[in-house]
């Protein structure tokens, strides 16, 4: 089973018989897996020093990737969303498939979203407040209905349960009571003293009980980023699963 | 002038917002249409928005260099890095099916390693807080200390050893944890339309920035 | 006045969560099966006379097939749609059993072709399963009378045959006269009704199935308005005391004793975020009560929008305490963008200067484990004030107080007295009271079998 | 014995550093196999696609980037193993612009896998799948897809027009997909559940890193989502239910001992604490 950043060792071959038609480029030759692998390797160890102290090999790392990452949303940006659903439009012949329509409507929101860009020259940067006042008007418009339909009703609907002395009516209680108690911790219209005061203690009882999962979750999710770059490191760099049987992929 | 820096958009907000809200009640077919129309605008205008953000990070990055600001050597290699991934995948292309180039090595062997690692070292940071600084300092510090240790052996291989330890830890995710969230998400839902309110009616405008 | 009938209704909290313990005592009270989350009764056949189980008569001809009578058959536009759709109903016949099926026909004229638009069972299509398109009949009616009258919905018409020879489907359009014809099928035998009945479909206008949504859209939009509206007259609306604020003016107090420094960071987002504005109302606090004291307030920052917001609350903070001079400009500072060298940045000022007081305020991201981790190990006081969920869990363990999400923007409102968010804290607040009060109420209805008091609250969208 | 104690509490990073590695180098090297027992979550988005029959269109969501890989990719590989060999219709979005590559190379992968299995096996791109990319606008893509998928998306990652893709002929909107798995490492899933999949009645299971996963519990007992696969236990309990060892699996060893590690130090340093605190406590008071 291949791990994602080892398929590249033995992927290289199989793309290369598949890109049969398709333009082979140098990447496909053998030894520029191997060479990747070796990069990869190199990156991961760079960031790896960040545990010792911040230097110059990690902030290299954290630099390049910002750089590599900006770019490579710009080429997604242009190929997936500007050619299709901007420019094609706009100029038909541009479309190798010669499949979209003329839609000049396009224009206008391009305009607006032209004036967003104008926010890096101070004297025009006003512009961009029709944008993103048309844009960010319209979004809370439609999402006041989406809130509620997709998020408070559904929600608060499973809330209102029936209690009996059944193991789902007990936990329809401690649901009850956590949905209950922990509202109360969030109102601040009347001082937690008194009945109040219990009540909200019972509620952040219950936020503990929360943040505990998401504690013990939290740490689950960082192990495993952990385990997975070392499988990166110890099979598909050191190939080390060929030493120890059983191990590996 | 000053109606256009200040009065229109406000207005224009107050517009969108209203048009769209109704066009949520309405089946017929004209505030489907407008509904639909305002769609297909504002993911155009997202892109747009998308490309704002690169943008304002190299032109950050080039001040940098071009004042020599100490440390200017790594933004160097940000533009660098930049300029090479944005030629190799303007023209080869990215993530095209069966057609292996330069941008999907460089994802590969330059993406996938820096990014995954930066957030794996974390996992050493949380072991030397668990010897150095998770203490129960309160009462409701050692509910949540309790509840992560049941959570943290429950939910993996190991903790089958112990009995009725996975059982617990189902029942703490799927109760009390679940009622509590359940508790802030009601929260969430009135703050998300008390913030949607405020916008459509002008009250709120630090999303509009500065540059009035 | 608002403050008084707040306490009357603390008493009401009481007297019902005592009366949901009294009749949970008393649970054996008679109770429908109404299991958590049920789905709305009538999705089950309707009731049915019991098939008589005599042996069938040996070689006699087959009794003749006695077709149900459905009455009140009438056609109407279907509600709650744009304009596409008509509706046949009409009442449960006495007779049906579940081999009895209904097939409604559609043709554009009179005598015209009539083609087959739907078919179905009759222990199906009642008015309660189409709760779309008859919410009214599905909130109130059906509990009374369920299962007493189908439905049969008809959006779409055969129109000649595309391409590939299969039908093809158009959509009814709005305005023109459709034809309708019953037929119904006992035992393998069908018989059509000779009647022809008329429908028009026609746009609607509202949804009435959103009606709750659009209730509670409203009302709860009004309220918010309101509220900033008298927010703006008097600035000291009731807010209840934010313990997190004291432990912040104690942690000063311990800390400045010692004369060390004292690190205060606004959170890892920019200007656009709530938490940050919050975390800055809470700077200038922090600064008026460390301005009469010696020990120096370091702000390393993350965005350069903020460092200057910072730098001039500080500024602010100091001439409100009457030490303008006291006051330092570089002690609030811009590090560096990135998210992992600011924290790691941020740790390098723990180690070397050893601040006796850190204050993590706003929104943080997995790197507050780093700063969190590192402040603790110094041994000094923490107070951490976020509403990222995913890292307060670090924060309560690592710090001596953390206020947790809604309290920040509370403790923002506590302080800045700022219309905008007093009013939106005390309107959304409202809308906790209501919750409050349905959820106790409504449980107990449905502990009593009261069961559509919940179905209210379903969303029909 | 205080020395001891309070060597302990501020035991040196180093050394807790190589603890930790060793924890996780140690079971990779000599795996335990610790048997994986599946929760109901997993087990029920697993029955959900089972039950689909043969050609039923279904939508994954890839939505994580790099940083997420080692929890959510395998939950994409399984995802897909199990669509290819029920022969469902897969539509694959992704609303993460990082994460755009993720998908070629995990469908690339699953194919090589199931061809090593059986050698017949064949998928077309275009008919049995198709990857549609990343679209800017997240919300705006989820309710432009209710209305015409092919509108949200005009080409497929291959630069093919979609409305010319045979896959697309009888499925077009979001609400006639059978069932969804969205994999998530971000605030996109709660999107997905309140824009995308309650309005349109879609059921959907939700594969969330393990940061996420207790907050998707409310919408579990709201219904709202079919089954929640929580991190790489969830991916592995997955691999589990499909039968095969994917590196999900393998992980599941040291996940347990640096767990176990985590477990002890976190209960010993608490401890050692308050009895350091009591000595100190009878030292001052003698």
Not at chain 1, 209 to 219: E, L, V
Not at chain 3, 102 to 119: K, M, N
Not at chain 3, 306 to 312: D, P, S, Y
Not at chain 3, 398 to 406: A, Q
Request: neutral net charge.
């Amino acid at each position: 089973m291949a791990f994602p950043a080892i398929i590249l060792a033995d992927l290289t071959p199989r793309w290369l018989n598949a890109a049969s038609g398709a333009t082979t480029s140098f990447v496909n030759l053998p030894w520029m897996g191997t060479l990747g692998v070796w990069v990869a390797a190199g990156l991961t160890l760079f960031m790896f020093s960040f545990i010792y102290r911040d230097n110059p090999f990690f902030k290299f790392g954290e630099h390049l990737y910002l750089g590599i990452s900006a770019a490579y949303l710009m080429c997604v940006l242009w190929h997936q969303f500007f050619k299709p659903k901007f420019i094609f439009p706009l100029l038909p012949f541009t479309d190798p498939t010669s499949a979209t329509k003329l839609n000049l409507l396009v224009i206008i929101p391009g305009i607006l979203g032209f004036f967003i860009l104008l926010r890096l020259i101070p004297k025009l940067a006003w512009l961009s407040r029709i944008t993103f006042a048309f844009y960010v008007g319209g979004i809370a418009g439609f999402a006041i209905y989406n809130v509620i339909n997709g998020l408070f009703l559904p929600q608060f609907h499973s809330t209102l349960n029936p209690l009996s002395f059944t193991w789902l009516g007990f936990n329809n209680l401690v649901l009850l009571a956590g949905a209950f108690c922990v509202l109360v911790y969030f109102f601040f219209s009347l001082e937690h003293r008194g009945a109040m005061g219990h009540v909200s203690r019972i509620g952040i009882y219950f936020l503990m009980i929360a943040f505990g999962a998401s504690f013990g979750y939290t740490i689950m999710a960082r192990v495993s980023l952990l385990i997975g770059r070392m499988q990166f490191l110890l099979f598909d760099w050191m190939h080390l699963e060929r030493i120890f049987p059983g191990a590996g992929m | 002038m000053q109606f256009f820096r200040r009065r229109f958009p406000i207005l224009l907000a107050f517009l969108a917002g209203i048009a769209m809200f109704f066009a949520q009640y309405v089946p017929a077919k004209p505030a489907q249409a407008l509904y639909s129309g305002f769609i297909d605008w504002t993911i155009i205008i997202a892109g747009f928005a998308g490309i704002f953000g690169i943008i304002s990070l190299t032109h950050y990055h080039m001040t940098k260099v071009r004042r020599r600001v100490p440390g200017y050597g790594f933004s160097v290699t940000t533009l660098t890095g930049f300029t090479v991934m944005l030629v190799i995948g303007l023209f080869f292309g990215i993530a095209q099916p069966n057609v292996k180039t330069a941008g999907d090595w460089m994802f590969l062997n330059l993406m996938i390693p820096m990014q995954a690692t930066m957030f794996a070292t974390l996992a050493f940071f949380i072991a030397s807080a668990a010897f150095r600084a998770f203490r129960a300092r309160t009462a409701e510090a050692s509910a949540l200390l309790v509840a992560g240790l049941i959570v943290i052996l429950g939910r993996v291989p190991i903790g089958h050893y112990i009995p009725k330890l996975t059982d617990l830890a189902a029942w703490i995710m799927a109760n009390p944890s679940m009622s509590a969230y359940r508790g802030i998400f009601l929260g969430v839902a009135l703050a998300g339309i008390a913030m949607s309110v405020r916008i459509i009616f002008g009250v709120e405008r630090t999303y509009m920035g500065g540059g009035d | 006045m608002a403050r008084l009938n707040l306490n009357r209704l603390t008493r009401i909290a009481v007297v019902l969560t005592a009366t949901v313990l009294f009749l949970l005592a008393r649970s054996a009270f008679a109770q429908e099966e109404t299991g958590e989350g049920a789905e709305p009764v009538g999705a089950g056949p309707g009731v049915l006379e019991p098939v008589p189980l005599t042996p069938p008569p040996a070689e006699e001809a087959p009794p003749p097939v006695v077709f149900p009578q459905p009455q009140n058959i009438h056609a109407t536009d279907l509600p709650n749609d744009n304009g596409t759709g008509v509706a046949l109903l009409f009442d449960k016949a006495a007779a049906e059993n579940d081999r009895t099926y209904y097939t409604v026909s559609i043709a554009l004229s009179a005598g015209g072709p009539f083609a087959e638009a739907t078919s179905f069972g009759a222990a199906g299509n009642f008015k309660e399963n189409f709760n779309k398109y008859y919410p009214g009949f599905y909130w109130f009616g059906r509990f009374r009378n369920p299962n007493t009258v189908h439905v049969a919905p008809i959006t779409e018409i055969v129109t000649g045959v595309d391409e590939q020879g299969r039908p093809k489907h158009e959509p009814l359009t709005t305005g023109k006269t459709y034809y309708l014809k019953l037929a119904i099928e006992q035992d393998g035998e069908t018989m059509e009704l000779p009647q022809v009945f008329e429908a028009v479909p026609k746009q609607d206008w509202f949804n009435t199935a959103l009606s709750n949504n659009f209730l509670f859209a409203v009302i709860f939009g009004a309220i918010i308005l309101f509220f900033i509206a008298r927010a703006r007259r008097d600035p000291n609306l009731f807010i209840r005391k934010i313990a997190g604020l004291e432990a912040v003016d104690e942690a000063i107090g311990r800390a400045t004793e010692m004369g060390k420094p004292i690190l205060y960071l606004n959170g890892m987002s920019d200007l656009s975020s709530l938490s940050t504005i919050a975390a800055l109302n809470i700077l200038g606090r922090v600064s008026r009560r460390v301005a009469n004291y010696e020990s120096q307030l370091t702000v390393p920052c993350r965005d350069p929008v903020v460092l200057t917001v910072a730098q001039e609350i500080v500024k602010q903070g100091y001439a409100d305490a009457g030490r303008p001079d006291a006051f330092n400009a570089d002690s609030i500072f811009f590090l560096t963008s990135d998210q992992f060298s600011y924290a790691a940045a941020v740790s390098g000022i723990m180690m070397r200067d050893r601040p006796s007081a850190n204050f993590f305020m706003g929104y943080y991201y997995a790197e507050s484990l780093i700063l969190a981790e590192t402040g603790a190990s110094t041994g000094a006081i923490q107070i951490a004030a976020t509403d990222s969920a995913t890292q307060l869990p670090f924060f309560i363990t690592t710090c001596d107080y953390t206020l947790i999400g809604e309290e920040l923007y509370a403790s923002s409102a506590y302080l800045s007295r700022e219309p905008l968010l007093l009013g939106s804290l005390k309107g959304q607040d409202m809308g906790k009271a209501f919750m409050m009060i349905v959820l106790l109420v409504c449980t107990i209805l449905l502990t009593c079998g009261v069961v559509f008091v919940k179905e209210l609250f379903r969303a029909l969208g | 014995m205080k020395r001891f104690l309070e060597w302990f509490l501020v035991l040196d990073r180093r050394i807790i550093y190589t603890l930790v590695a060793l924890a996780v180098i140690v079971p990779l090297l000599f795996p335990l196999n610790l048997r994986i027992y599946p929760t109901p979550e997993v087990e029920s988005v697993h029955e959900s696609l089972n039950e689909l029959p043969a050609g039923s269109p279904v939508l994954v969501s890839v939505d994580f980037d790099p940083a997420a890989l080692p929890e959510l990719y395998p939950m994409l590989i399984s995802m897909l193993r199990q669509s290819f060999q029920q022969k469902l219709k897969v539509f694959i979005t992704c609303l993460w612009p990082n994460g755009v590559n993720l998908a070629p190379m995990a469908i690339d992968q699953v194919i090589t896998d199931m061809k090593k299995l059986d050698p017949e096996f064949d998928v077309v791109d275009g008919e049995d799948y198709v990857y549609l990319g990343y679209q800017p606008g997240t919300v705006l893509v989820m309710l432009k897809m209710a209305q015409d998928i092919r509108k949200a998306f005009p080409k497929d990652v291959a630069k093919r027009e979609t409305s010319t893709l045979p896959i697309f002929e009888d499925t077009w909107k979001l609400s006639q997909m059978k069932y969804m798995v969205m994999i998530e490492a971000g605030d996109t899933g709660d999107y997905w559940i309140v824009y995308g999949t309650t309005p349109n009645k879609v059921p959907v299971g939700a594969g969330v890193t393990g940061v996420m996963a207790p907050q998707y519990f409310p919408w579990l007992q709201a219904k709202q989502v079919d089954g929640i696969i929580a991190g790489l236990k969830g991916a592995a309990e997955w691999e589990v239910l499909l039968g095969y060892a994917g590196s999900a699996t393998k992980s599941m060893d040291p996940q347990s001992i640096v767990h176990a590690l985590i477990f002890l130090a976190i209960i010993l340093a608490n401890i050692f604490a308050f009895w350091l605190a009591a000595i100190k406590r009878k030292e001052e008071r003698s």
